[in-house]
């Protein structure tokens, strides 16, 4: 499939990294070839046509309960062996090796931030969402504000969104949209998956976490925002604040994805104690 794609909008933000858990960053986040393109652009295709204000509310409402299941932290983890993100161009194993490979970049890194080396294991979690029965372009993949018309720096922007119906409504098809300017992130209406899953979750079972983890889980995905520079009108001093966290994240997020799979069982007891201390027991999904 021949797809007309602007610049790959990581190509924006390219951070030191250590070589021996990253291969060469430019061949991460390649929208323009590769053997999973076809696989990525339907996913990104049904995407940006489904996600509207109306589909969005329906999704909070269908899952803001946290009805669906009762479980660990850590049985999550082991649900996501059953997922293949069919959005990712990058890897082709299960998200739980790369909550795994996540923590143990931020660890390396951050030995001192116990509570980020636990982000990097959480931040996928929603995706268990896949688990349920919900469709994959309503999970995973980059994330965006509804309510008002996509950026430049959205993925597959111009060949995607044409058949979105907000895009003919006039209240959602202005650069603000529904929204006033510099009104915060924490107004705007993301679109749904497991982003936005998670971190609702984690507010409805508390966990203790500092207010930087909440931005990094709930916006990891928004990479027009953390990476491409765009959505800057709809920030307030707050979201810029947290932005340089959310970046550090997304370092660890996108480059430490390794075919060279961790030692789980090894780690394990190591995270235990974390969830013990920040999110503990069994916890409504």
């Not at 996928?124 to 993949?141: I, M, N, R, S, Y």
Request: aromatic letters at 14%; charged letters at 25%; hydrophobic letters at 35%.
């Amino acid at each position: 499939m021949k797809v007309a794609v602007g610049p790959d909008p990581s190509l924006v933000y390219r951070p030191d990294v250590d070589p021996e858990v990253a291969k060469d960053k430019g061949s991460f986040r390649n929208y323009t070839s590769g053997p999973l393109l076809d696989r990525v652009f339907a996913t990104y295709k049904l995407m940006h046509t489904q996600q509207t204000v109306d589909f969005v509310k329906k999704k909070h409402t269908q899952f803001g309960g946290f009805s669906y299941k009762k479980m660990t932290v850590l049985e999550a983890v082991d649900m996501l062996d059953r997922l293949v993100d069919e959005s990712d161009p990058d890897v082709d194993f299960p998200n739980s090796f790369h909550a795994f490979q996540t923590a143990e970049g931020i660890r390396k890194a951050h030995p001192d931030k116990d509570w980020f080396h636990l982000v990097g294991l959480l931040h996928d979690l929603g995706k268990v969402l896949v688990l349920t029965g919900e469709p994959q372009w309503a999970v995973v993949g980059d994330t965006f504000p509804v309510g008002c018309r996509p950026q430049a720096s959205v993925v597959f922007c111009d060949s995607t969104f044409q058949d979105n119906p907000d895009l003919q409504d006039p209240r959602y098809s202005t650069e603000l949209g529904m929204y006033q300017p510099h009104c915060g992130l924490e107004n705007v209406l993301m679109s749904w998956g497991h982003d936005e899953y998670m971190y609702q979750m984690m507010k409805f079972n508390k966990f203790c976490l500092p207010p930087e983890a909440f931005y990094m889980v709930r916006f990891h995905s928004f990479y027009p925002w953390h990476t491409g520079g765009d959505y800057r009108q709809l920030c307030s001093e707050q979201d810029l604040a947290m932005l340089p966290w959310v970046q550090e994240f997304n370092k660890f997020d996108l480059y430490t994805k390794s075919p060279e799979l961790p030692d789980v069982d090894a780690l394990r007891p190591y995270y235990q104690g974390l969830i013990d201390k920040y999110c503990p027991g069994v916890l409504s999904w």
